[in-house]
């Protein structure tokens, strides 16, 4: 393996480079290329560094061939699909890579049945390792006429999101990816291709849905159901300044309300930042409601704002759009309704699918200075709850900008998906959130030590600290709330609970019983605190 990024040594203002770093905010560039991943490091935790050589897998078999030849000769094992890791777990120095790029069929199925079951047929699609949600969801909703539940950013693995948990725009009333699984066929550490549903070795199936990637083997593909789509996908946005602290307070006060009352239920997800400078911007999805019927929800809350003129400024106009969910990911109609959304792969020949959004491409090739996550439980949103959340908010956004994340946590979305997130490895505090807060901050593409291209340190460790500083004001509310493996801090210190909360010492067991010498390790995956920080001495 080489890394592109090699022509920078020899000139960090040559053409050449100059080419490369424009292509690290094309994310299907990184993706083709088996020396990078989608984040370049964090500030005083990890690099991107290349391993020394990489199996570009093809099939299952290529896959049982590099896990029989790591064993054997005792490589430290690294496993790439997205690449989109922010805990560095998809590379490592000195190691060999397992590269799943190419295992990327996406098959649709109007009757799937599990094997080793008597279950009626159901409607699911089958996805490769290397397989990422854009083209997954072109596939199965703009071609397939079907939702499969993933994530929000489209250039993301599917497989490592399954077995992050994986949350999308709807998750509310779909799920979380991990919930969605009916069967992953998986290469475990002694070689041997592994079927896992929920009667064939059901143990390691509980643990791929949300036990954390590149943990129990290598996923090869996954399996997972589809539903029926609504008749509509909503999208509402707005930003809105407030004139003092004072003010901004009524306005989260009032918001707060406003969602608990109105938005707390399985239609609506997505983003809500509460910024510095008595910012709040509003960017929240919806499904199954019509454009007459999110208007009539939203009036009160903008008249509101409207009447209280001297106050409040909307900086960014009240808008709604709403559309056929069949078109949702069809890059043609995305392109044709609202442009600015979406961006495409600028290469010479790049297929037209491969396209992803424009609100997603700080993520691409970034630096992060650091990030932070918890969950916000739902009792938060009764009238004991509200003034506590109100002003830990209002204290956070004092330092940085806090992303409530509302299709993150499982609180008021429907049975059925409480259900059959309690059946899942992820923390069970996510079922009784309402959202995910994260606090986080990133640059541009960076790498320490290239001359021309190091990151700002005393920046990043400037914001690091304002981020700290905020998440500590939630923190004080809910000081025990757990939060989102792939979503985290690198440097969580209670790791193994925060992720897993009860389920760790059973995902600990599934760990010891399909990779007893470790051969599968990750940055705060299960079992790594028996490792070095490197993952290449046994500690215990």
């Known amino acids: ?50 391993s020394v050589y990489a199996v570009a897998a093809r099939q299952t078999g290529d896959v049982v061939a590099a896990v029989n030849f790591a064993r054997e000769n005792n490589l430290r094992l690294v496993i790439k699909g997205g690449g989109h890791s922010y805990l560095g777990t998809s590379n490592a120095p000195d190691s060999l890579l397992i590269w799943t790029r190419f295992m990327d069929d996406v098959t649709l199925h109007d009757g799937f049945v599990v094997q080793g079951s008597d279950e009626q047929p159901r409607p699911a699609v089958t996805v490769g390792a290397g397989a990422i949600w854009m083209h997954t969801y072109n596939q199965v909703t703009t071609k397939g006429g079907r939702y499969v539940q993933g994530g929000g950013c489209g250039t993301v693995g599917v497989a490592g999101l399954v077995q992050g948990g994986g949350f999308g725009s709807y998750s509310k009333n779909y799920g979380t990816a991990a919930a969605s699984l009916l069967e992953a066929e998986i290469v475990t550490a002694d070689g041997v291709v592994r079927i896992a549903n929920a009667f064939t070795n059901p143990d390691l199936f509980w643990a791929l849905k949300g036990g954390g990637g590149g943990t129990f083997g290598v996923v090869t593909r ?8 609504p008749n509509f996908f909503g999208f509402v946005s707005m930003t809105i300044e407030a004139s003092s602290s004072a003010a901004f307070g009524r306005l989260l006060r009032r918001f707060v309300e406003f969602y608990a009352e109105s938005l707390h239920n399985p239609h609506w997800g997505e983003i809500v930042n509460v910024r510095p400078g008595n910012k709040l911007d509003i960017q929240l999805s919806c499904q199954g409601l019509d454009r007459q019927q ?13 009447e209280a003129a001297g ?25 044709a309704r609202a442009p600015s959304a979406i961006l495409s792969d600028d290469r010479p020949g790049a297929p037209a699918d491969n396209v992803f959004w424009a609100a997603n491409l700080s993520e691409a090739g970034h630096f992060i200075h650091g990030f932070e996550s918890l969950w916000l439980p739902a009792s938060l949103l009764g009238a004991d709850g509200r003034p506590q959340l109100v002003e830990a908010l209002l204290a956070a956004a004092q330092h940085s900008t806090v992303e409530i994340h509302f299709q993150k946590g499982l609180g008021g979305a429907t049975a059925e998906v409480i259900a059959a997130a309690t059946d899942t490895a992820t923390n069970p505090a996510v079922v009784t959130a309402f959202a995910l807060a994260i606090v986080a901050s990133e640059a541009p593409p960076a790498y320490p030590g290239l001359r021309g291209h190091e990151p700002d340190l005393a920046d990043a460790r400037r914001n690091a600290s304002k981020i700290g500083k905020a998440i500590n004001e939630l923190r004080k509310i809910v000081p025990d709330a757990g939060s989102y493996v792939a979503e985290s801090s690198f440097f969580e ?26 051969l599968f390790f990750v940055h705060h995956g299960v079992g790594s605190e028996a490792w070095s920080a490197d993952g290449f001495t046994r500690l215990t």
């Not at 106050?311 to 392109?335: E, Y």
């Open 1 to 50: 393996m080489q890394s592109p990024l090699k022509v920078c040594q020899d000139g960090p203002s040559g053409d050449s480079c100059r080419d490369v770093f424009r292509e690290l905010k094309n994310p299907y560039y990184i993706r083709d290329d088996v020396a990078l991943t989608q984040t370049t490091g964090w500030v005083d935790a990890w690099t991107s560094t290349p």
């Open 222 to 229: 996954v399996t997972l159901r589809t539903h029926q789509l």
């Open 294 to 306: 999110i208007d009539v929800l939203w009036q009160p809350f903008i008249r509101w704002v409207t």
């Open 311 to 335: 106050d409040f400024t909307f900086t960014h106009a009240p808008a709604i759009r709403v559309g056929p969910a069949a078109s949702r990911w069809d890059p043609a109609a995305i392109k």
């Open 493 to 518: 210190s209670e790791w193994q609970n925060s992720y897993w909360g009860p389920h760790y010492p059973r995902l600990l067991a599934i760990k010891k019983k399909y990779d007893p010498d470790g």
